[in-house]
T-cell receptor
Framework: QKEVEQNSGPLSVPEGAIASLNCTYS??????FFWYRQYSGKSPELIMF????GDKEDGRFTAQLNKASQYVSLLIRDSQPSDSATYLC????????????FGSGTRLLVRP | DTGVSQDPRHKITKRGQNVTFRCDPI?????LYWYRQTLGQGPEFLTY????????KSRLLSDRFSAERPKGSFSTLEIQRTEQGDSAMYLC???????????FGSGTRLTVV
């Protein structure tokens, strides 16, 4: 079992819709959770982080964490074509809180 | 200081040659990481420095890979006797103890022919 799992996609949504990206993780001791956006040929860029159960909102982005279900998600409201990218979920492990373990990413396509 | 800098951006080398990449982290960040990313995959952890000390090295990293961070400033990643399987994007990232997440550099894309 991979430590961080994401559906590779692509997830295709129309412009203006809500995009929902999901991630599950295997280490129950994980404490910190991150979402990175990566455009093709570029390096990952941090867009959200969440540490506590529940929702955290930042502009059009909402991160949701459910530690009991070992599940973290990212919602993008009013999706724009410029949001088309690969979204990487990353978590820290209990025994190495300094190190991020990444999923393989979900490719999002926002259709104009 | 505008971010994490990596040099070179691209490197094409022949199989069997040695290559060295450089990373300059954000100046106030004492933690530095190297990752490798291949097409369709997420970044894969290679090694971690806190100041000048290399505190973790991935078991996936063969003895052909070595990294240094003299004086806790910039870091270098050397790959000896390159193989075609080493072709990937090599990403450097830095953080501080208080930072939320890492800041990545632009990466070095290595192609071994």
């Amino acid at each position: 079992q991979k430590e961080v799992e994401q559906n590779s996609g692509p997830l295709s949504v129309p412009e203006g819709a809500i995009a929902s990206l999901n991630c599950t993780y295997s280490d129950r001791g994980s404490q910190s959770f991150f979402w990175y956006r990566q455009y093709s040929g570029k390096s990952p860029e941090l867009i959200m982080f969440i540490y506590s159960n529940g929702d955290k909102e930042d502009g059009r982005f909402t991160a949701q964490l459910n530690k009991a279900s070992q599940y973290v998600s990212l919602l993008i409201r009013d999706s724009q074509p410029s949001d088309s990218a690969t979204y990487l979920c990353a978590v820290t492990l209990l025994d190495s809180s300094y190190k991020l373990i990444f999923g393989s990413g979900t490719r999002l396509l926002v259709r104009p | 200081d505008t971010g994490v800098s990596q040099d070179p951006r691209h490197k094409i080398t022949k199989r069997g040659q040695n290559v060295t990449f450089r990373c300059d982290p954000i100046s106030e960040h004492n933690r530095l990481y190297w990752y490798r990313q291949t097409l369709g995959q997420g970044p894969e952890f290679l090694t971690y420095f806190q100041n000048e000390a290399q505190l973790e090295k991935s078991r996936l990293l063969s003895d052909r890979f070595s990294a240094e961070r003299p004086k806790g400033s910039f870091s270098t990643l050397e790959i000896q006797r390159t193989e075609q399987g080493d072709s990937a994007m090599y990403l450097c990232a830095s953080s501080s103890r208080r930072a939320n997440g890492y800041t990545f550099g632009s990466g070095t894309r290595l192609t071994v022919v």
